[in-house]
């Protein structure tokens, strides 16, 4: 195990800790499935249909928190390769909404799972107290920058 990266500020920190664990959940989803045609970057996408599938593009992005352009992208090659597929808004007739197939369903539930393996590893490093109280330090994070006190 190297050491950890003294010195620097706690953004960046979160950020490699959450690049090391992407990492590792999209190894997972990958390794021995027929998913090995995606690209880390599809879980951008992915990720959030799985959690409210029917999104428009522009909402995917947000969500995302990338440009309306780049989730295109994702967007079109995921829809090539089986995961998405784009449906008519039916409160819109100009607008699509972008739903996750059989085969995107399937890929998300691999993606949970190996999520939950991470959940598994990071609660066994860090024992149950330091894993809760690193949970509650995140969602405080999420709420103060939401700016909406925790109101969903």
């Known amino acids: 195990m190297t050491d950890p990266p003294h010195g620097l500020p ?20 990958v390794s021995g499935t027929d998913f090995d045609d995606l690209r ?6 992915m990720e959030q249909l799985e959690l409210e599938d029917g999104l428009r593009l522009t909402d995917l ?3 995302a928190g990338i440009t309306a352009q780049s989730m295109g992208e994702l967007v079109d090659d995921l829809e090539a390769k089986s995961y998405l597929e784009r449906r008519p808004d039916p409160d819109d007739r100009r607008a ?3 739903y996750l ?3 995107g369903r399937k890929n998300a ?8 393996n991470v959940e598994d590893y990071l609660a066994e490093l860090l024992g149950q ?8 330090s995140l969602e405080d994070i999420i709420v103060a920058e ?7």
Not at 129 to 136: C, K, M, P
Request: charged share 30%; proline share 2%.
């Open 61 to 63: 992005a947000t969500r």
């Open 96 to 98: 699509k909404r972008i």
């Open 10 to 29: 706690s953004s960046a920190l979160l950020r490699t800790a959450y690049n090391a664990l992407a990492a590792r959940i999209f190894a997972s989803v």
């Open 40 to 45: 880390p970057s599809h879980g951008n996408a």
């Open 146 to 152: 939401s700016g909406d006190d925790g109101q969903r």
């Open 129 to 136: 107290q330091r894993y809760h109280l690193l949970r509650r």
């Open 109 to 116: 539930r691999v993606a949970k799972r190996a999520t939950a």
């Open 101 to 103: 197939t059989d085969r």
